[in-house]
């Protein structure tokens, strides 16, 4: 059928978040955030793993439960934190 005839009758929009490329490629972020009003270390972060998701949920899940149970972001591997300052305090 004709798309002139339609009528909308409700729209949707959402908001994907992207970590920014750099010469590896999209790194995902892992690490905790520095967020006013929260305790520090008491916020963490897993973002962006986009189509790598398969490949890295697992490793990085289990990274990060690890990071969180002991207050220790130097468990995580350093790329993923590398960019996490992009959604800490300006």
Do not use: F, M, Y
């Amino acid at each position: 059928p004709p798309l002139q005839h339609w009528t909308p009758t409700k729209a949707k929009a959402g908001v994907k978040g992207v970590p920014p490329r750099g010469p590896q490629g999209a790194i995902p972020l892992a690490g905790p955030l520095n967020l006013p009003g929260i305790a520090n270390g008491t916020c963490w972060l897993l973002a962006g793993l986009g189509s790598r998701g398969l490949i890295h949920h697992a490793v990085l899940g289990e990274r990060l439960a690890a990071a969180v149970l002991g207050s220790d972001p130097t468990l995580l591997p350093p790329l993923t934190t590398d960019s996490t300052h992009l959604l800490a305090d300006p």
